[in-house]
Each structure stands twice: as structure tokens, then as C-alpha cells.
């Protein structure tokens, strides 16, 4: 169960730390709120953002820009926050309808600790984290070409506008004081895309991961995607299955979270498991997945 607030935290505001000199601007009565209790009439996003107010950052990190230039001027914006653990933004195109959606991001702020030793770290580590439970960005009038076809769990093509979703998550980690942004790519597709500002959190996994994507470089990345789904990605030497991980990507801002995703010691044990790893997809047992897909 997520803790409703954090020692540490509280006291780090102004309101209960006074005369300890300079520091951030005393929090609104809403947020300390939300982080003492959960509580959030006001709705606001982390009981911090009203809607004006995320709708600024949302143009500052370029999405609205983005999203004008794709067709889709002004779009609705609505929040649904009640509950800490699935704090939500949606933008719609025109209608507040699923087909319209626009971007849809399902967010938490929690302690995090990591569920074994890696690096530094114990599972007594913890770590203030911004949770991506769910994040999409659609178009609603796009569709799935031979060029672009549809990635596995899509539902309509991507606006091609994650660059700008990733300066919004920043934003927000400097505003939140967070150490870091977390997701669990539950696609290979997914943990591409975010690799571009995200590490695994455990070197090893990431070496892995890399070595994922040097072996299928070749490959369509939805058509590559789709094996490793159906469980076809086998060691290239043995054939044994090698399963799609689950574990945690991160993209740290700050403290030892940031220093060990740079060290000397993660990039070797990266490259460890980077050199360690060759993969293939079992074509055979892809076929006679999709096939009885398509009987099903």
C-alpha cells in the first residue's frame, strides 16, 4: 500500500520549516493536503496543478505546438484526480469521447524501493518517483499504413510527439522534487521509444534490453515486437527461451539515482551483459502462434 505522505517530504516544506532560511515557494493549502491525507477536492494534479496551470506546461514542453501542426488546434483538457494513485490527463480532439482522445497519461508519486540489491541500492533504498502507469498519445483520424502498421496493445497510430510528453514528465519531476520518472514497458516497441531518456534500473537488464535491440535491428519493429509478445525470442547459442523482462526503465534526475545510472560501474555491468547476450526470434514458432491466432 503507497504510504499517504512522506516524513522526509513534509518537512522539506516551508510552512513547517520556518527559519530555515531560503528555499521553494510555501506550498498551497491543496497540495499539502493531498500529500498528508490523499485528499484532492480541488481536483488539481498532485493537489498542485489546476488545469490553467498544467495546460502552461503542457505548451511549454511544445505538445500543444505539436499537436496543432498534426491537425488538432486547442484541445480539451480534463483532469481526473481523486484518487493519488491514478492521477490523470486527458486531451481530447473536439469531443470528450474515446475516439477523440488525444493523449491520456495515468500518473502516481511514490516511494519506490527497488525489490532487490542492484549497485548501491538494497530493497530498504527509496527512492520519490513519478509512476507512469499508463501513457498514449493517438491520432484520431490516422490510420495504420503498410509503412506505419499497428504495434502490438495500439489502438490508432501515435502522434509522433513523444519527445515533447518526455520535457512535460521533466517539468514536472523538477517542480516535484521527484528523483526520478519510472515506467514498466510491458512492450518492446515501448521500451524503445523510451529508451531515448530512460535506463533499467538494473544494468544488467539493460545490457539486455540492448542486446534485444542490436540483434532485431533488422527486423520491423512491429513485426519484432509482436514476437517477442508471443513469447518466439530464444538465446541465439542454446534456443532457450529468453521471455520479455519485467522490470522497471527509469529516467533519473537527481542524487545517487542519477550518479549510478552514470558510473563506471553500470555501464559495465551493461556491457557485461550486452557482450553476454545474442537473440534471435524462433520464425517457426512465430507462425504457428499467429496461426492459431487467426483460428481462434
Not at 530555515?20 to 496543478?49: C, K, Q, V
Not at 521533466?170 to 526520478?180: M, P, Q, T
Not at 514498466?184 to 540492448?210: C, I, K, M, N, W
Not at 551493461?270 to 534471435?280: E, G, K
Request: with cysteine.
Amino acid at each position: 500500500m503507497i504510504p499517504r505522505f512522506e516524513l522526509r517530504r513534509l518537512f522539506r516544506f516551508p510552512l513547517l520549516s520556518a527559519g530555515e532560511g531560503g528555499g521553494p515557494s510555501a506550498p498551497r493549502e491543496s497540495e499539502l493536503l493531498f500529500d498528508l491525507t490523499g485528499e484532492n477536492p480541488e481536483n488539481r494534479l498532485f493537489g498542485r496543478y489546476d488545469p490553467g496551470e498544467l495546460r502552461d506546461r503542457i505548451d511549454a514542453a511544445g505538445l500543444l505546438a505539436g499537436l496543432s501542426e498534426r491537425g488538432y488546434p486547442d484541445p480539451i483538457l480534463r483532469l481526473s484526480c481523486a484518487d493519488p494513485s491514478d492521477q490523470r490527463i486527458c486531451l481530447y480532439a473536439g469531443e470528450e469521447t474515446r475516439d477523440r482522445l488525444l493523449l491520456e497519461a495515468r500518473l502516481q508519486l511514490s516511494p519506490f524501493h527497488p525489490r532487490r540489491p542492484i549497485g548501491p541500492f538494497t530493497e530498504e533504498s527509496s527512492f520519490r518517483m513519478l509512476v507512469i502507469h499508463w501513457l498514449v498519445l493517438s491520432s484520431p483520424e490516422g490510420a495504420f499504413t503498410v509503412d506505419r502498421p499497428r504495434l502490438p496493445g495500439q489502438e490508432k497510430p501515435g502522434l509522433g510527439l513523444l519527445n515533447q510528453t518526455i520535457s512535460l514528465l521533466k517539468a514536472f519531476s523538477r517542480e516535484l522534487s521527484v528523483d526520478g520518472v519510472l515506467d514498466v514497458p510491458d512492450h518492446y516497441h515501448t521500451a524503445l521509444f523510451y529508451s531515448r531518456a530512460f535506463r533499467y534500473l538494473d544494468p544488467e537488464a539493460e545490457g539486455r534490453f540492448q542486446a534485444i535491440a542490436r540483434d532485431l535491428s533488422g527486423v520491423p519493429l512491429a513485426l519484432a515486437s509482436d514476437a517477442i509478445r508471443e513469447g518466439c525470442l530464444v538465446d541465439r547459442n542454446t534456443g532457450a527461451p529468453m521471455p520479455w523482462p519485467v522490470a522497471e526503465q527509469v529516467m533519473a534526475v537527481r542524487g545517487p539515482l542519477r550518479r549510478f545510472l552514470r558510473s563506471p560501474s553500470y555501464r559495465e555491468a551493461r556491457n557485461r551483459a550486452l557482450a553476454d547476450h545474442r537473440v534471435i526470434v524462433n520464425w517457426d514458432l512465430y507462425r504457428e502462434k499467429i496461426s492459431g491466432r487467426a483460428s481462434s
